[in-house]
């Protein structure tokens, strides 16, 4: 995984971990690798891979089965589509908005160069 310096990397790793969640890697009720395999795998520090488990379970996409590790949470896919709905609206299409007004761009315009 190549990381980027936008974003800290422990939320990169939860973006991965949530990318898998969506494309069936891990179903629900499936253990996922330990925080020791992933950080081995990705060739971080254990802490950074904790940092990113725990934000996973605290908007409950993951839950600890004590002893027997981290499994993906039943609600998993709506809640990371919730989550990425509400950073999109947020984050991303003000920026794009801001962007088109600046070249002059209408969303009719958009709409046509999404149809083709």
């Known amino acids: 995984m190549e990381f980027k ?3 800290p990397i422990y939320m990169q790793i939860a973006s991965r971990i949530c990318d898998e969640i969506l494309t ?7 253990r996922i690798p330990s925080v020791r395999e992933y950080a081995a795998n990705l060739e971080v520090n254990t802490n950074t891979v904790v940092r990113s488990f725990d934000y996973l379970q605290t908007n409950g996409i993951i839950y600890n089965k004590r002893g027997m590790g ?5 609600e998993a896919s709506k809640i990371i589509m919730d989550i990425r709905k509400t950073a999109f609206v947020n984050d991303v299409l003000p920026e794009v908005f801001a962007e088109m007004k600046i070249l002059g761009i209408s969303i009719d315009e958009v709409v046509q160069l999404w149809n083709k």
Do not use: G, M, R
Request: net charge negative; aromatic share 20%.
């Open 24 to 30: 069936q890697t891990y179903k629900v009720d499936e």
């Open 5 to 7: 310096d936008n974003k």
């Open 70 to 74: 981290f499994y993906v949470a039943e």
